[in-house]
């Protein structure tokens, strides 16, 4: 059974990751809570709506 999160995951087109001890020390994300964007489908609508994924520039969007 797939879960309703995972279906809307997929229909944005975004891969998430828990934000774990290392990305937040990584990032310098020591207060963040959430989820973090690591990956974007450039031809979702994730990108539409402005969502960014981990980049050389820096970490992805986090969502709480």
């Given at each position: 059974?797939?879960?309703?999160?995972?279906e809307?995951?997929?229909?944005?087109?975004?891969?998430?990751?828990?934000?774990?001890?290392?990305?937040?020390?990584?990032?310098?994300?020591?207060?963040?809570?959430?989820?973090?964007?690591?990956?974007?489908?450039?031809?979702?609508?994730?990108?539409?709506?402005?969502?960014?994924?981990?980049?050389?520039?820096?970490?992805?969007d986090?969502?709480?």
């Amino acid at each position: 059974k797939v879960s309703k999160a995972h279906e809307a995951v997929e229909v944005l087109g975004i891969k998430l990751s828990a934000l774990t001890p290392d990305l937040r020390e990584r990032y310098d994300l020591k207060d963040a809570k959430g989820i973090m964007v690591v990956k974007v489908d450039p031809t979702s609508t994730a990108v539409e709506i402005g969502l960014r994924g981990v980049d050389r520039d820096g970490p992805g969007d986090i969502i709480e």
